[in-house]
């Protein structure tokens, strides 16, 4: 069994800054990716940021250079930094974990994030 937990969202003015933690508890072990999506009202949830194993990680064109994503593996905690925030970002913020046994994923409840004056 695996659980995420995401935490950090709230409302923010634009421009300003972030950080979005996702803690995992469990059995984690075998992981074959990890990262951030998000969903807007009416929109599908798409990519943030997403790291294979034993890769680099790729972000959505809409936030590179804006967010940073990092992880904490003493913690079993990965991170999402957003900075710049603009309105567009607005949406409900999901960590995601993929194990290779059987190409589970698991969900974490989202954290929502919105950018207004």
């Known amino acids: 069994q695996v659980q995420l937990v995401e935490s950090g969202g709230g409302l923010v003015q634009p421009g300003g800054s972030l950080r979005l933690s996702c803690a995992a508890s469990?059995?984690?072990?075998?992981?074959?990716?990890m990262g951030w999506y998000r969903q807007a009202p009416g929109k599908q949830r798409e990519l943030v940021a997403h790291?294979?194993?034993?890769?680099?990680?790729i972000y959505a064109d809409s936030v590179k250079g804006r967010f940073t994503f990092s992880k904490d593996n003493a913690k079993n905690t990965m991170y999402l930094q957003m900075d710049s925030l603009k309105p567009e970002d607005t949406a409900v913020y999901y960590c995601?974990?993929?194990?290779?046994?059987?190409?589970?994923?698991?969900w974490g409840q989202g954290t929502p994030v919105t950018v207004s004056s």
């Open positions: 790291v294979i194993s034993g890769g680099s990680t």
């Open positions: 995601n974990l993929e194990l290779r046994a059987g190409g589970v994923q698991y």
């Open positions: 469990g059995s984690i072990f075998g992981i074959n990716a």
